[in-house]
């Protein structure tokens, strides 16, 4: 695509993902590459209006329309500016994508791993990352930096332990499976040593 890469950001709630997200937009603009920093679900309108769907604690959401959700929140942000902002010659840096999906949906809510990945492969086009970048921390560790931000949880942040537990074995699962794409961060390193981490994490491809 010209020169485009697309690199994920995945991890648990708490893990730090945003923080790193907008640390390493910074830096790639710093070696003059050219990256657009998107958030999912979101990014575009129609995607925005789909994360204040799921989202919204005070709705009812079948496990399942979760799943559909997430996905077409993705295969709108992926239609409408991913694709062509790679095709242009410029890098995406997403925070979360596929794998979150996978992880929450596939095994958090137990619907599983490759049916979520197949609507999840009709969203998105087959569009994968170059390199996902995932933030491992202990799901009881990732509760409590949650709860530092003193915000109000969302309809996802009020499930319990199990729940994340699951997340986070997930991802480890999906790390183990293909290790060429997602290269692990430890999360409960400083942001500068996280950061660095991920610098080198990119480094073939930089």
Do not use: C
Not at 50 to 70: F, Q, T
Not at 128 to 153: F, K, V, W, Y
């Amino acid at each position: 695509m010209a020169g485009g890469r697309l690199i994920t950001i995945e991890g648990i709630d708490g893990a730090g993902k945003s923080t790193l997200a907008e640390a390493l937009h910074a830096a790639l603009r710093q070696r003059g590459i050219d990256a657009e920093l998107l958030r999912e679900p979101g990014g575009v309108a129609l995607a925005e209006r789909i994360r204040a769907l799921v989202k919204d604690p005070a709705l009812e959401v079948s496990d399942h329309a979760e799943a559909l959700l997430y996905a077409a929140s993705r295969a709108q942000l992926v239609a409408e500016l991913v694709v062509p902002t790679l095709a242009s010659g410029r890098w995406v840096l997403l925070d979360r994508y596929v794998d979150s999906s996978l992880a929450y949906q596939g095994a958090g809510r137990e619907l599983g791993i490759e049916a979520v990945r197949a609507i999840n492969e009709f969203a998105t086009a087959g569009l994968r990352a170059d390199r996902t970048l995932l933030l491992a921390i202990e799901a009881a560790a990732g509760r409590a930096r949650r709860g530092e931000r003193g915000e109000q949880p969302d309809r996802l942040e009020r499930e319990g332990d199990a729940f994340f537990e699951a997340i986070a074995a997930a991802y480890t699962q999906l790390a183990e499976a293909d290790p060429q794409r997602i290269r692990t961060l430890d999360a409960t390193l400083s942001p500068e040593a996280v950061l660095s981490a991920a610098l080198a994490a990119l480094e073939d491809l930089l």
